[in-house]
């Protein structure tokens, strides 16, 4: 295995780990979070953690090939462990998703350190191994650039500037840097002490001028950088303003969009089933609706962003959380419907939703809901849906998923017809709420924003109803050049997934001419805006009427996960318009779409409580509870009453996994419900003390559901104040800070950690040779650092006679026995054994009382003399 019996000069390979490993570290760890941006869901946001493995792999390289091993063996034998650590993992992991999970951050682990690994053997082991890796670095630059805009290759773009400066401009300069700091290393490389003081000095002064060029661009190009930082715009919250999420438990929230959107794919796990009682008048034909989750009504110019608010003038806004509603309490907000009250062709819709992989706390309903009740799953179905809950919406005759402008269907052309005929009674918005009418047609003043504005006026040119406008929009996206081929296109790859910036909206239309259904719903609002229409982007699910079997009823999959846009119209309130051209890849979901869940029985109890007492022996348990539904009506108590259960037929849930009743604990929260016929005949009236009074004792129950401990959210999720809104540079400068600092305060401790090595290893050593050898290392290398280093002239003897007479420690004496015991090879007598056992504390101590604690503290912060002492030793040891 080995080379030869050599080593390296531990300078050279010191330099090497500083000079070149840790800057390359941190160029790497750049890189790495921009490739988290885009792939996330394997990444997972790890970046440092990341960088860590890469850096634990650069570091172990260039300890280990100091000693010349071969690199193909001992590669083929780290490649080999590692492999067989990654097939090991099914073994130590239990279940599905985990064995997955696990076993591909292994596997980032493992490229990571092994990547790590080459770069370390090739920077202390090759000459111009730099060059290869700026190649390299540059390269992934440039994909991971072409990740953000598909165009990029075109240079005279002003839109892709802001991300060229971002990814390229550290990447140059790291190559310039390191192919500079290479040959220096390379050209001093058998040098020691001070050329290594003049190499840090050249570095420092590379470094300066390569600042000062910089800043020299900046305050020459000023004007034109701050031009077309306004023309593009801010980078935006990448990741915050985003529709689907996945949650820890395998379920989705309607946050995040970018798990299921742009680069990453799309997916058709299921994610819940609806029936939406609405159909066409007089028929059986269903009228499919649009499922809303929440708006996206205000643009931050600070960052570029759409975003939500709780502020809403006039809040219409209905956003439970069903998981932290008792079973079969209901929850109503009627001031969501002061305005559509008053609204035309209006009428209420029963919806019932029956969720799979939607996590327990989302609402999603049809637009305006207002009322919501969690129901139980029919027995048979409770493996597939996990929970439920019925809703109501005050809907507008008006809105239906087919108003999808671009569906081919001539019925539904006619249909959509009919609906805008209806709407071109709006002549303006005069009378309407000014408040309500700045904040949704509220547009951004600068130079890309009247770009659009100019659009805008283009588009809606000799139009002057409102509706028509609107239409023209339709029809803006839906043009065709002059080979008959549609100008805009869907993708689901243009860039960062995410609920797009300004800069990236204005890049779509203007330049690229695709995007996803985000890309068409943001421009679509700055066009509506820029109008004056008041318009909001509306997040939800998109609609799809497939099932023939079951009237009624619609499947929901994450591809249907969709933003559109809401327009307000006076007298008819907010309407959906889906300005999305067609994709037929959004209807990759399996079909048939299965069996419609059944509805339970109806529950005449739902008790919502507390267990205090479990009698596994006779089947019962007891249940403290202020509030219960009996018989559909809500009851509260104002003392807590218990209620004995019979549960010898009950099904016991917990996180909808049916356990046994020896797992139920007093303290658990429970809801208990009964579909007995005793309650069905129990007939009682008056306050809820005197209808929990009749219950039966024991009360004979069906269904016990042990409670998920969800933390109530407010109806409406505040937005992020300035503070919180960091941009994405912030966090990356944060990022780099973090790792700068931990290389500073190990460069500066370095020096420590040397010393503190020296005593350990004199601490352990045998009595004898070994002994005096590491006091004479430690000895050596305090008086190195604290006096001063050993000049190249100079001998041991001679140097030792200078400390001596500068601290009078003894030192010569140490050293005439010192070398007695290793080059003549004579037994030393008792007297010259005791004063090389001695040595070293009574030295230490003697050097500690004459030299100040300050002048000490400074003396061990002299980096460069530190290494500066291996390579004087290596050099005297030769």
Request: glycine share 6%.
């Amino acid at each position: 295995m080995m080379k030869n019996t050599g080593v390296y000069s531990w300078t050279e390979t010191v330099a090497k780990i500083v000079f070149l490993l840790l800057p390359t570290l941190l160029l790497c760890f750049f890189l790495l979070w921009n490739a988290n941006q885009f792939y996330v869901v394997i990444l997972k946001n790890q970046a440092f953690r990341q960088a860590i493995y890469l850096g634990l792999g650069m570091l172990g390289a260039a300890l280990f090939y100091h000693f010349r091993f071969r690199f193909l063996p001992t590669v083929v034998l780290l490649i080999g462990g590692l492999y067989l650590s990654y097939r090991g993992i099914d073994a130590v992991s239990v279940g599905e998703f985990d064995t997955f999970f696990a076993s591909v951050q292994f596997l980032i682990f493992a490229i990571l350190f092994t990547l790590g690994w080459f770069i370390g053997w090739g920077f202390t082991q090759l000459r111009y191994f730099s060059v290869v890796v700026s190649a390299v670095f540059l390269l992934l630059c440039v994909v991971l650039l072409s990740r953000q805009n598909e165009l990029f290759f075109v240079f005279n773009k002003q839109a892709g500037l802001k991300e060229y400066a971002r990814l390229f401009g550290p990447a140059v300069l790291y190559c310039i840097y390191i192919i500079f700091t290479t040959e220096l290393i390379y050209r001093y490389r058998h040098y020691d002490g001070p050329v290594w003081w003049s190499l840090a000095k050249r570095l420092v002064g590379f470094l300066l001028l390569a600042a000062l060029l910089f800043a020299g661009v900046l305050y020459f190009q000023r004007q034109q950088i701050r031009e077309t930082l306004a023309a593009f715009g801010g980078g935006g919250k990448e990741g915050d303003n985003s529709m689907l999420e996945k949650n820890k438990d395998n379920t989705f929230d309607l946050k995040q969009y970018s798990q299921l959107s742009g680069s990453l794919g799309r997916s058709n796990q299921l994610l819940f089933a609806a029936h939406i009682n609405h159909f066409f008048p007089h028929s059986q034909v269903p009228n499919p609706l649009y499922m809303t989750a929440f708006y996206y009504s205000r643009f931050d110019t600070a960052t570029q962003t759409f975003e939500r608010d709780s502020l809403l003038p006039r809040n219409d806004l209905f956003e439970p959380d069903p998981s932290a509603i008792p079973l079969f309490a209901t929850r109503t907000d009627s001031s969501v419907l002061t305005d559509a009250l008053t609204e035309k062709l209006r009428g209420t819709v029963d919806v019932e939703v029956y969720k799979t992989a939607l996590s327990p706390a989302s609402f999603v309903a049809p637009s305006l809901a207002f009322f919501v009740q969690p129901i139980t799953v029919e027995k048979d179905f409770r493996d597939k849906f996990k929970s439920a809950y019925r809703a109501k919406s005050y809907i507008s005759e008006l809105n239906s998923a087919y108003f999808v402008y671009n569906a081919p269907d001539t019925a539904i052309r006619q249909f959509q017809q009919q609906r805008f005929q209806v709407l071109r009674q709006v002549r303006n918005y005069a009378g309407v709420d000014p408040e309500l009418l700045r904040y949704y047609t509220k547009m951004p003043q600068g130079e890309q924003f009247r770009r659009i504005r100019h659009l805008a006026d283009s588009i809606a040119k000799g139009q002057t109803l409102p509706v028509d406008k609107v239409l023209a929009v339709r029809d803006f996206f839906l043009a065709k050049d002059a080979n008959g081929k549609t100008v805009f296109s869907y993708t689901d790859n243009p860039g960062i997934p995410d609920i797009p910036n300004a800069s990236r909206l204005k890049y779509f239309l203007f330049e690229s001419h695709k995007g996803y259904c985000a890309y068409y719903a943001g421009a679509t609002l700055f066009l509506l805006r820029a109008m004056g229409i008041p318009s909001r982007i509306t997040v939800g699910f998109m609609t799809v009427d497939r099932s023939s079997n079951n009237k009624g009823w619609y499947w929901f999959y994450a591809d249907q996960a969709h933003a559109w846009v809401q327009v307000y119209f006076p007298g008819y309130g907010w309407l959906d318009f889906d300005t999305t051209v067609g994709n037929e890849g959004a209807r990759r979901s399996p079909q048939p779409d299965g069996t419609p869940p059944m509805q339970p029985p109806k529950a005449y109890l739902a008790a919502d409580g507390v267990i205090i007492k479990v009698d596994t022996l006779h089947q019962k348990a007891a249940l403290s509870f202020a509030h219960f539904v009996f018989h559909d009506k809500e009851y509260r108590l104002a003392q807590p009453k218990q209620l004995v259960m019979d549960l010898s037929v009950a099904s016991i849930q917990k996180d909808s996994v049916f356990i046994r009743l020896q797992d139920v604990q007093a303290g658990d929260s429970a809801t208990a419900v009964s579909y007995a016929e005793v309650f069905k005949d129990l007939s009682v009236r008056g306050s809820a003390a005197a209808v929990a009074g009749h219950f039966p004792n024991p009360a004979p129950i069906d269904e016990l559901h042990i409670k998920k401990q969800y933390q109530e959210q407010p109806q409406t999720e505040a937005p992020k104040n300035r503070q919180q809104q960091a941009t994405d540079w912030r966090q990356l400068l944060v990022g780099l800070g973090l790792v700068v600092l931990l290389i500073v305060a190990l460069l500066l401790l370095w020096p420590q950690f040397v010393f503190w090595y020296y005593k350990v290893r004199y601490h352990f050593a045998a009595s004898g040779r070994a002994k005096a050898y590491w006091a004479y290392r430690c000895a050596g290398y305090y008086a190195h650092m604290v006096f001063r280093p050993k000049k190249t002239e100079e001998t041991y003897q001679q140097y030792a006679r200078q400390v001596d007479w500068q601290f009078g420690t003894g030192f010569s004496r140490f050293m005439n026995i010192y070398q007695k015991l290793k080059y003549s090879g004579q037994q030393v007598s008792v007297t010259e054994a005791e004063v090389l056992n001695g040595f070293l504390p009574a030295f230490l101590g003697r050097v500690r009382r004459q030299v100040a604690f300050g002048q000490r503290l400074k003396a061990f912060l002299k980096i460069f003399r530190s290494i500066g002492y291996f390579g004087m030793f290596e050099k005297d040891r030769r």
